[in-house]
């Protein structure tokens, strides 16, 4: 004989109301479970997808950081060259061959696109802002042509260092690889200068380039730089 809400009277009358009240309760918290897997696996499809790919005057934040990535790294392999053994010696040549060009690529991408952020920028900088954007723009510019120079010479220098290790003179080759490390590191520090202004631009006057498309609206932010009243000082 079951009592009524006891469990052989629940499971004798499936359709009672703590039946139906335990089913209710379960139903609910596989649907929570569900809804919250469901959440879980949106944001990490969100935080796994490709960004979106920047307009040309927005891609500068994205370039500039390999060439400065790639160039600062290049006199570790460039010394690595000099002192190789002839087993290691061409391998290390091509590596530094090749970080070299490819970081000079970027760098005049870079540039270029620096150029095209900057017209969006034209005449509504505090006149302190004014002044380091076109002292990065000029260090770009100058580092652009140090590094196509470096570029160039680094062909020169692979190319003298196999007549010198031909002739066996090894003590020239190294000579010749120091002046050109030096005129390297010259070329290094002008870009470091140009990146601190770059982070100047951002970090103190709150300049940065679009994320976004420009759409048409005149309320559209191009630019969010930081307005600054100017001192009686």
């Not at 139903?27 to 949106?42: H, K, M, P, V, W």
């Not at 770059?198 to 730089?225: I, M, Q, S």
Request: hydrophobic share 50%; aromatic share 8%.
């Amino acid at each position: 004989m079951c009592v009524a809400g006891t469990a052989c009277d629940v499971q004798d009358n499936p359709d009672s109301p703590l039946d139906r009240s335990i089913l209710l309760v379960t139903l609910g918290f596989a649907r929570a479970e569900y809804n919250q897997r469901a959440d879980t696996f949106i944001e990490r499809t969100i935080m796994f997808a490709l960004p979106s790919i920047p307009s040309w005057d927005a891609a500068h934040p994205i370039l500039v950081h390999l060439p400065i990535g790639l160039l600062a790294f290049a006199p570790v392999l460039i010394v690595a060259t000099a002192l190789a053994g002839e087993r290691w010696r061409r391998g290390l040549a091509a590596a530094t061959m090749t970080v070299i060009a490819v970081g000079t690529l970027g760098l005049v991408l870079a540039v270029m696109s620096g150029e095209a952020a900057a017209k969006l920028v034209d005449g509504i900088l505090s006149p302190a802002a004014t002044t380091v954007l076109e002292q990065h723009e000029e260090g770009g510019e100058m580092a652009r042509w140090i590094f196509l120079g470096l570029t160039a010479g680094y062909v020169a220098v692979l190319g003298l260092t196999a007549v010198l290790l031909r002739k066996k003179k090894k003590a020239m080759m190294l000579g010749l690889h120091t002046v050109y490390l030096l005129a390297f590191m010259g070329g290094v520090v002008a870009l470091a200068n140009v990146g601190h202004l770059g982070g100047r631009l951002v970090h103190e006057f709150g300049v940065h380039a679009p994320l976004t498309k420009y759409t048409g609206d005149t309320n559209w932010p191009v630019f969010v730089p930081r307005r600054y009243e100017e001192s009686d000082d």
